[in-house]
Nanobody
Framework: VQLQASGGGLVQPGTSLRLSCAVSGRTARNTVTVAWFRQAPGKEREFVAARRGSGTMITYADSVKGRFTISRDNAKNTVYLQMNGLKPEDTAVHYC????????????????????WGKGTQVTVSS
């Protein structure tokens, strides 16, 4: 299974971006849970959002709750992260990660739970 994140860019505060995570490979459909993480320069990687299957589990970091939305298009094997109301503190390389397991909410924020990681996409929020 391969995951590829895209859609990053340089935007002004208050604007929106939609990131995409394309899941490919022979067993792509077995990727049940997909999450987004991000890492800013000089900081540790942090959890952003996760979604299991058709939405039976969706969870967000407190810092993005109400602004970001994670969704999935099964026909396209793609998971999206709609980011609204972007702030300078959202600046980071954003990564998507996948697991064949139906991860529960309390575990979703752990990076070691996910088997497959894609290369990141840079999001820069600056005026």
């Amino acid at each position: 299974v391969q995951l590829q994140a895209s859609g990053g860019g340089l935007v002004q505060p208050g604007t929106s971006l939609r990131l995409s995570c394309a899941v490919s490979g022979r067993t792509a459909r077995n990727t049940v849970t997909v999450a987004w993480f991000r890492q800013a320069p000089g900081k540790e990687r942090e959890f952003v959002a996760a979604r299991r299957g058709s939405g039976t589990m969706i969870t967000y970091a407190d810092s993005v709750k109400g602004r970001f939305t994670i969704s999935r298009d099964n026909a396209k094997n793609t998971v999206y992260l709609q980011m609204n109301g972007l702030k300078p503190e959202d600046t980071a390389v954003h990564y998507c990660a996948g697991s064949p397991l139906g991860i529960i909410t309390s575990q979703a924020r752990r990076g070691d739970i996910y088997d497959n990681w894609g290369k990141g996409t840079q999001v820069t929020v600056s005026s």
